[in-house]
Nanobody, 123 residues
Framework: QVQLVESGGDLVQAGGSLRLSCAAS????????MGWYRQVPGKQRELVAS???????TYTDSVKGRFTISRDNAKNTVYLQMNSLKSEDTAVYYC?????????????????WGQGTQVTVSS
């Protein structure tokens, strides 16, 4: 069984920084990509940043130059460094991973989600 656990969400003043972490654990066969999404009440979940193995890193326009996604392959962990935070960055942040759960059959890539972590930016 695979789990994604996010951490690092907090209340921060505008202009501040936070680093979110998302650790994937369990029977992980391989990971094709990981990403961060965010959602505010009444709106659809939107992509913040993502990467795929051997592919480009993608950022939504509103975070380019402020947020950086990175990964630690040995720990199956993805990070989101968020700088120069704005009030409009307030949301629940979710990570996802496109991976193979070696305990499931067939062994194909499936999308898994974490439970979310709240980021609140006060102006």
């Amino acid at each position: 069984q695979v789990q994604l656990v996010e951490s690092g969400g907090d209340l921060v003043q505008a202009g501040g920084s936070l680093r979110l972490s998302c650790a994937a654990s369990g029977s992980i066969g391989s990971i094709n990509g990981m990403g961060w999404y965010r959602q505010v009440p009444g709106k659809q979940r939107e992509l913040v940043a993502s990467f795929t193995s051997g592919g480009p890193t993608t950022y939504t326009d509103s975070v380019k130059g402020r947020f950086t996604i990175s990964r630690d392959n040995a720990k199956n962990t993805v990070y989101l460094q968020m700088n120069s935070l704005k009030s409009e960055d307030t949301a629940v942040y979710y990570c996802n991973a496109d991976l193979v759960d070696s305990s499931r059959w067939p062994r194909v890539y499936r999308l898994y989600w974490g439970q979310g972590t709240q980021v609140t930016v006060s102006s």
